[in-house]
């Protein structure tokens, strides 16, 4: 491990600007390009960089596939939750419309909410896939 | 809530398959599950007693209006296949703790419950849009969530048989895609019915005829239609048998609704069937089916397989029925998706029955196997009657209407060819039969009555045989309503 050291210490500065960068096409998404498929994967390197750099175990102390595997299914919840949020309060299936006082305010709000969960669900699953294919013949 | 039915049809099993991720525990996961598809057939129950009552329901998700938006769209069809769909997930789903202890791993089982949950979201789904783009998604997720059940079986081979069925999947789904891609470009718009509409002023060009080719062939695959039904035999020997029930009984329906509804409503009856001579290739294929997967049947050793092959058989007479392009025929086409449903569901959980005793499927092994499993058995063996088509099954409804659809289409050699692969049936079926009931078990074969949790679920499916063998209003009716708007100007 010692000898990486430039690895290590570039990988330390650069993992918070990879995060804010996920975090910026995240929640710009509705502005700028970007959205939540993209954020979710940026998010997901950030972490894999920090793994293939670190090891497998150093990432699985700070996210364990529980956390993982409870953070794919909770993107997909707040996903479809939004949905039938829109149905009880009076509008159709996926009508964000309703969601606030205004129906531009409701569009706004539905948008950057499911894109949240769809970045969770990715960010999750990216991981999960390079735990898989990092932990083969462990 | 009465209005957003067709939404929560599909929202109920979508939402609870990540909850049981979360829930975690086996129990909690399969009583979630339950209640889900429970929840699941009574929505398509109202859904069917409302299209009946008063004609197709359309739903605007989102709220964005019809063309632009994704429109589900119920008609008779849609919701005669969403009741097939929701219904045998209703009634396997009790069968699985039991039998998923002995086939699998049981600590993962809550697992299984989300892909379950998914695979249903997505037939459900495919079934009851409106939107050809939104059909595909729903196609990729039911294939996706098929392949991780299918890998679920006891057998190492259960990997390679998902495996292929990705493939062969992936193959028929890229299809669909191009197919649909090409009539975006030619009508430029992705609403089923609004396609129905504009096809006919784009004129019939290279464009769409490429477009029918490639989903009808992506439609064929994904139906396991003779000669591309190579896929199907492995993956359904492979799978737990409550898999293969479910799937048996109903992903090739599903399939099956896709060809109908893009021959029928999308390129209309003009196109698919004058324009273009659709209708005698798949006829020449639905009775190479017939014949060919039946005549492998019979020599196969192990029972599950030969189950498979005659799945592939039955869907030859499927699509018999809609290649004859007349209102009986396709209601004989469509009768026969609803009681095959009922018969495979019940053959393949009777397998499910013997497998709680053995892990052999071979017809050897089945030896005696009327007096070691005397419950199990008879409803395997009404399971067979049905299959073969004896009066006062379902399975001799629906060769009675195909029978009849034939003479009425001008056709009596293929109601000859009809009665003689049913025979065919009959050798397969009897193969097991005799081996069950009329040799000597061997001294150290294992004995008993499987619980009645999975003896409960099999015999519904039996009872329901015989009671559509007699009482048949309600798949006659639902189909012969269907068959016309299908005819008519369209949905």
Sequence with gaps: MSDLLVLRIVTKILMPFILLFALYVQFHGDYGPGGGFQAGVIFGAGFILYGLVYGLDALRGVLSSDILR??????????????????????????YNVLASDPVKGQHLGILLIEFGVGLTVASVMISIFYYFAGRGR | MIAHLPALQVVIPLLAAPACILVRGRDLAFWLALVTTWAAFLVSCLLLDQVMASGVISYELGGWAAPFGIEYRVDALNAFVLLIVSGIGAVVLPFTPRSLLIEMVGEKAYLFYCAFL????????????????????????????????????????????AFQYLIVGTIG???IVIGIGLIYGATGTLNMNDIAERLPQTGYNRTVIAAFAFLIVGAAIKLALFPLHFWLPKAYTYAPSTVSAFLAATATKVGVYVLIRFLFTVFGVEFSFEVLPTAFPLMLLAVLAMF??????????????????????????????LSLVTVDGLTASMVHL???????????????????????????????????????????????????????????ISKWYLILAALAADEPLIAALIVISSLLAVIY?????????????????????????LLIPTWILIALNVYFGIETSLPVGVAEHAARALMGAGP
């Design chain 1, 70 to 95: 409870a953070g794919f299914a909770l993107g997909l919840l707040i996903f479809a939750g939004v949905g039938v949020a829109g149905l009880l309060l009076g509008g159709n299936y996926l009508d």
């Design chain 2, 118 to 161: 998914l695979c249903v979201t997505g037939l459900l789904g495919v079934a009851i849009t409106g939107d050809a783009f939104n059909l595909f998604v729903f196609m990729e997720i039911s294939s996706l969530a098929s392949c991780i059940l299918i890998s679920l079986g006891p057998h190492r081979r259960a990997l390679t048989a």
């Design chain 2, 173 to 175: 789904a890229t299809f």
């Design chain 2, 292 to 321: 060919v997967a039946s005549t492998i049947a019979i020599f196969q050793d192990s029972v599950k397989r030969m189950l498979a092959y005659s799945s592939v058989a039955q869907i030859g007479y499927m699509v018999l029925g």
């Design chain 2, 338 to 396: 609803f009681n095959h449903a009922l018969m495979k569901g019940a053959l393949f959980l009777a397998i499910g029955c013997i497998a709680y005793r053995q892990a052999s499927f071979r017809i050897e092994d089945f030896a005696g196997m009327g007096k070691r499993m005397p419950w199990t058995m008879a409803a395997f063996t009404a399971g067979g009657l049905s299959l073969i088509g004896i009066p006062l099954t379902a399975g001799f």
């Design chain 2, 429 to 453: 079926v009897w193969r097991v039969v005799e081996a069950a009931y009329f040799r000597k078990p061997p001294p150290d074969a294992p004995a008993g009555e499987a619980p009645l949790s």
